[in-house]
């Protein structure tokens, strides 16, 4: 087949074609004399990896020292047929000198391209065992062998991660020697010409796992997408199921932990999981708030304390258990502790020289020392103003781990002067309550057996401070009965005061003025305003409102239907118009019910209404009218009931829709 003619390349040609391809090998031709297609002329060796420092190991920032053999085999090629014609005469030009002309030059970067000055000749001593590979016709043709090893690649950096790639490019450049032939009349002559090229070749076998340098950095976390954390040196890590170790799955992993990257999320110093754990045990706490009843009392120290961490006031005394209790503040932004003092106050010791002690109260105990006072009582009684205040009718400082005398007294006495009562016999016991300090209105129980009338009701006790002065006395006097009928025995009464000190410090709430608003407009004569509903209309503050209001019109009915005519009117406090959410201008087949419009807020201020409605049909079908229970109605001369279906209007007149007798 012609295709297979050479030098046409399997190309569809022409007979001229054809023609002119075999003319121009009889007058030309060219070739390489080195075969440059086979597999073993370069081939390399084992890569020799030197770390830059080999105690360090393979973490990020070392760097490699990579040095590559390389082997050359150069072998002549057999000359094409084709050219055969004009190269046959000169076979000679394959010698053993013409192959150690080549020149193959080598070159390992940094994964950068490289191009080497490279010429004929350079390198004729370095090939070794040159000698006969094969005969082509009768002319012997050689090959030889060189090894080279071209400069290493230094100061490779590495880089954490797993199997990290050392990008590294193998150039060669390279000048061999090609043979020219072409014809003069009909002699043919050839010579030898240089040829040059170059080929990178990547490396890509090297892959190491590299480390990070420190071992913080090993365990540096990242965020991985899925809403968990994992290795943060190579982006292949998945999320770990428990980042930060503190026993809690991470939510990745529809887990608890609240944050998995600190087993502390509220650096309160105790792990999410305990906290947790206390909450599953009932104990209210919160694994991301350090003081989750705000009292001043970090969570870590109130459960030291034995303290309810989500109660700022344990013992209910009107104290907050930080407020108690002396400790070291910490800071907001990090949990620490600091060298800042709070809670607890301070004593004056009235001794020959007065000297100020800082107390602590018991958290737990409403009056830790049983004195009949309690700790808030005390704290306030220590830090009057007064100094004469600050003490107790025996002089000593008020103090909640010291027993003191109260600031209250109570003194009790009757109208029977010897003590003795008889059976049936009534007497008046008297009260009388001292207040050494200004109180604030209290209580006052009397106790009396059986045998007296029992207890009584609480009392009164007036107190006002507006009016106290130095003391101030209250006294109550309850009349006592002796039952009947008793034997001679002893018996007794007993009265206990309760009241609070006033309050100095500053209210935490105070009322407003009251504002007169102007009456609602909207509303005219017949329509009354019957059913009102109120909502909050902003979720940050408590002063603005929605009103949604049914106005009935009954046509001037002096008492509300349970239907009517009407509007639903809607107002906006504390300022805005009215505005008709329902009018329907006096359509009589549209009755509200008797209820008040339903209303909702949500967080956007956007308002929901709902109200009740009747509608009515045009046409009332009746298909039977049966008597239960007939008899003479006495009413006229007929025998029996005479029944009319009429319908009256509200507020209209009666028309009569059917008779019996029609």
């Known amino acids: 087949e012609l295709r297979q003619v050479p030098t046409l390349d399997g190309a569809c040609f022409t007979l001229t074609g054809a023609l002119t391809k075999v003319l121009t090998k009889l007058l030309y031709s060219y070739d390489l004399m080195i075969d440059m297609g086979r597999s073993d002329l370069m081939v390399t060796g084992a890569p020799d990896v030197v770390l830059g420092d080999p105690g360090k190991g393979f973490v990020a920032g070392n760097t490699l020292n990579v040095t590559l053999p390389v082997t050359t085999t150069a072998v002549h090629k057999d000359p094409d047929p084709n050219n055969g014609v004009l190269i046959y005469p000169y076979m000679y030009l394959f010698s053993a000198d013409n192959l150690r002309r080549s020149s193959f030059l080598y070159s390992l970067t940094s994964g950068a391209n490289q191009t080497l000055a490279v010429a004929l000749d350079q390198m004729k001593t370095l090939w070794q065992n040159v ?63 240089e040829y040059k090229g170059d080929n990178h070749m990547p490396i890509d076998s090297l892959h190491y796992d590299v480390f990070p340098a420190t071992f913080a950095e090993f365990l540096a976390m990242s965020a991985k ?68 009843d705000n009292d001043g009392l970090p969570d870590a120290q109130e459960l030291r304390l034995g303290t309810d961490p989500a109660a700022a006031d344990s013992d209910n005394d009107g104290l907050s258990d930080g407020a108690e209790v002396a400790h070291l503040t910490i800071d907001p932004n990090t949990g620490a502790l600091t060298t800042v003092w709070a809670g607890g106050w301070n004593v004056t010791i009235n001794a020959l020289t007065p000297f100020t002690v800082r107390v ?37 400082p008020y103090h909640p781990a010291v027993p003191n005398s109260p600031p209250l007294a109570v003194v009790v006495e009757t109208d029977d002067f010897d003590g003795y009562v008889a059976p049936g016999q009534s007497f008046i016991y008297t009260s009388t309550v001292i207040a050494n300090a200004a109180a604030v209105p209290g209580v006052l129980n009397v106790n009396a057996p059986a045998i007296l009338g029992g207890a009584r009701n609480p009392l009164l006790l007036p ?130 019910g008797n209820s008040a419009p339903s209303m909702a807020t949500n967080a956007a201020g956007d308002t929901f209404a709902a109200w009740g409605q009747q509608r009515f049909c045009n046409t009332v079908t009746f298909n039977s009218i049966r008597v239960v229970t007939a008899g003479a109605d006495a009413q006229d001369a007929s025998n029996g009931i005479e029944p009319i279906i009429a319908l009256t209007p509200n507020g209209g007149t009666e028309s009569i829709a059917w008779r019996w007798d029609t």
């Not at 590495?158 to 990008?167: E, H, K, Q, T």
């Open 131 to 193: 000698r006969v590979d094969h005969t082509y016709l009768v002319s012997p043709m050689y090959r030889g062998e060189m090894s080279s090893t071209p400069p290493p690649v230094t100061g490779q950096v590495l880089a954490a991660g797993i199997d990290r790639p050392v990008p590294l490019m193998l150039n060669m450049s390279y000048a061999v020697p090609a043979y020219e032939c072409w014809t003069l009349v009909v002699i043919p002559i050839c010579y030898t010409r």
């Open 360 to 396: 602590s109260s018991d958290p737990l105990n409403a009056d830790g020392d049983n004195d009949g006072i309690n700790d808030l009582a005390e704290r306030q009684l220590a830090l009057d103003p007064n100094p004469a205040n600050r003490v107790d009718s025996q002089n000593r």
């Open 463 to 592: 107190f006002n401070t507006q009016t106290f002065s130095v003391t101030q006395s209250v006294a109550q006097g309850v009349s006592v009965a002796v039952a009947p009928g008793l034997g001679t025995q002893q018996t007794a009464l007993s009265s206990t005061a309760s009241t609070r000190l006033s309050d100095t410090a500053v209210a935490g709430w105070t009322l407003g003025q009251v504002t007169t608003e102007a009456p609602l407009g909207g509303i005219v004569v017949p329509n009354l305003p019957y059913y009102s509903e109120v909502t909050a209309s902003r979720p940050d503050r408590q002063d603005n409102f929605h009103i949604g209001v049914m106005a009935f019109d009954n046509l001037n009915s002096p008492v509300p239907s349970p239907i009517g005519r009407g509007d639903i009117l809607a107002y906006t406090l504390p300022a805005g118009s009215m505005r008709a959410i329902e009018n329907d201008a006096g359509n009589t087949r549209a009755f509200m």
């Open 225 to 292: 997408g899925d809403g968990g954390l994992g290795l943060s040196w190579d982006a292949r890590f998945p999320s770990l199921r428990d980042a930060d170790g503190d026993g809690l799955l991470s939510t990745a992993y529809n887990g608890l932990d609240p944050n998995d990257a600190a087993a502390d999320a509220d650096g309160d110093g105790l792990t999410d999981r305990f906290e947790l754990d206390r909450r599953a045990a009932g104990v209210n706490i919160s694994p991301v708030l350090r003081d989750t």
